[in-house]
């Protein structure tokens, strides 16, 4: 199985891309979390993706397709993959689609979580993350077996630098202007699997599977 998860910020991608990881057996590849590490790193690469996330913006094409270029190419993606958090340009959809034709593969579906923009900066604010292992979690919504602390790890929970309610309306704009067009896109390849993702956890995931797998 071959996936894209899209939606906007605080859609869902990194929560439903666990389970589904687990469900299909494929890898999760998020994006989001290579190039933070790359941050922490202080890598090249890292230190000017956080020139743009730091004002909630894209992180440049280059980037990203380099990327996500180097890791379709390893083993453990042979019989599948799910991107989280990319293509968001459709600059970058079409970027993959050549890369996957290269690779002699094709894409399954792409998967749009739909949200209502009032959510959105209600469930980023109270995201935490775990960062030893990058589990995430919510305050409100996947709260940990002890407040404040990684239920694997044990060790506290932090918020990120950009999880903040300036920063995420900010990122809602950029999704509407750049990312949006890749509904279309996919749609058009016919490749579009729109999901309602306003509802609780369980039933989100649930119709995602069945989508798939019918």
């Known amino acids: 199985m071959r996936l894209i998860l899209m939606g906007a910020p605080g859609s869902g991608k990194g929560t439903y891309a666990e389970v589904l990881e687990k469900h299909f057996r494929v890898p999760h590849i998020s994006t989001g979390v290579i190039i933070r590490n790359a941050i922490a790193k202080e890598t090249p690469m890292g230190l000017i993706a956080k020139t743009y996330i730091d004002k909630g913006n894209l992180v440049p ?18 019989n599948g993959f ?65 407040d404040g602390m990684c239920d694997d790890c044990k060790v506290p929970l932090l918020t990120r630098d950009d999880d903040n309610e300036e920063t995420v309306k900010s990122r809602l704009v950029v999704y509407n202007n750049l990312t949006k067009p890749l509904v279309g896109y996919y749609e058009k390849l016919g490749k579009l699997v729109s999901v309602d993702s306003n509802r609780s956890i369980d039933v989100v995931v649930e119709d995602i599977i069945h989508a798939l797998e019918e």
Do not use: F, W
């Open 82 to 146: 799910m991107l989280d958090g990319y293509p968001r340009t459709l600059a970058q959809g079409e970027h993959l689609t050549r890369a996957l034709e290269d690779l002699g593969v094709e894409l399954d579906a792409a998967i749009n979580l739909v949200i209502d923009e009032s959510l959105v900066v209600e469930r980023i604010i109270n995201r935490r993350y775990c960062p030893k292992c990058g589990r995430g979690y919510n305050v409100k919504t996947i709260k940990p077996i002890v």
């Open 61 to 78: 094409d280059e980037i990203a397709n380099e990327i996500v270029k180097e890791r379709l190419k390893e083993k453990d993606c042979e």
